[in-house]
């Protein structure tokens, strides 16, 4: 009996460490990817295994980084600037020790750019990654794996009338993260949405060039956004060498799009 209880207490935190995507909702819907340009690519893979416990993984031409909830897609190409200044100005994770994190980093060589108390009372940190991505961590020793994706967070002067965008598109609920009250949820990713003084840019090119969600049944959800009138940038198609259904939006801010079908079998 010993070995099967064994088996049973370790199996979820197994399944925590090394499942990429979220279950997804009843529309078939979970949240994607964030893709970066990056210049180094061999640099960027090892800060993402050896600081963020990532794993890397390899179809056709695409290179991607596996996270609890997420992965991180990596572009080898010289980013036109870093994220700040763009709408899509920084993504999260969530940490068991956020100082054992920080320390690690510095002894690494890198800065960290700010620490303080976050929107849901917790210790937080951002961190700039090479070539411009601001990275924000936040702590929670209850976290059952060391890290874990958690949010993205647009800024934008028209930031409400873009969550509601994003609920109409996407079929979601605006539900407070903390004391930020303009968030929602997606599987796997919460989308939080604060307030600019000044315009902010589009993210194509940029450090963060676009963010992704996987559909269950894309062809049928891009019929559904033709319905609205949404326009695409890439219509839907299918990617032979790295096996997977996309489609290219933009959303009102600026910020790029794909829709994707079969990440969640990397």
């Not at 049973?8 to 949240?31: C, K, R, T």
């Not at 303080?116 to 601001?134: C, K």
Request: aromatic letters at 10%; glycine letters at 10%; charged letters at 20%.
């Amino acid at each position: 009996m010993k070995p099967f209880l064994i088996t049973i207490i370790l199996l979820p935190f197994f399944s925590a460490a090394h499942s990429q995507l979220a279950v997804p909702n009843e529309a078939g819907l979970a949240f994607g990817h964030v893709h970066l340009n990056v210049t180094d690519l061999e640099l960027h893979k090892k800060l993402w295994v050896d600081h963020f416990n990532g794993v890397v993984t390899q179809k056709g031409d695409l290179t991607a980084v596996r996270f609890p909830g997420f992965l991180v897609a990596l572009r080898e190409r010289e980013p036109t600037g870093g994220s700040v200044g763009t709408v899509m100005n920084h993504f999260g994770f969530k940490v068991r020790n956020l100082a054992k994190f920080l320390a690690n980093w510095r002894a690494a060589g890198y800065l960290v750019d700010r620490e303080f108390i976050g929107s849901e009372g917790q210790p937080n940190a951002y961190v700039t990654m090479p070539d411009g991505a601001w990275i924000e961590l936040q702590e929670d020793q209850m976290l059952p794996t060391e890290i874990s994706g958690y949010h993205i967070h647009f800024r934008t002067p028209e930031f409400e009338d873009l969550l509601d965008w994003y609920v109409d598109v996407f079929g979601l609920e605006i539900r407070p993260r903390g004391s930020i009250q303009t968030t929602t949820n997606v599987p796997g990713m919460n989308l939080s949405f604060g307030t600019e003084n000044e315009p902010m840019i589009g993210t194509s090119g940029r450090a963060i060039d676009h963010i992704g969600f996987e559909l269950d049944n894309l062809e049928a959800f891009c019929q559904v956004l033709a319905t609205k009138g949404i326009p695409f940038d890439v219509e839907y198609r299918e990617v032979e060498n790295i096996d997977l259904k996309i489609a290219f939006i933009t959303d009102p801010s600026g910020v790029s799009i794909e829709l994707t079908e079969g990440l969640d079998r990397y």
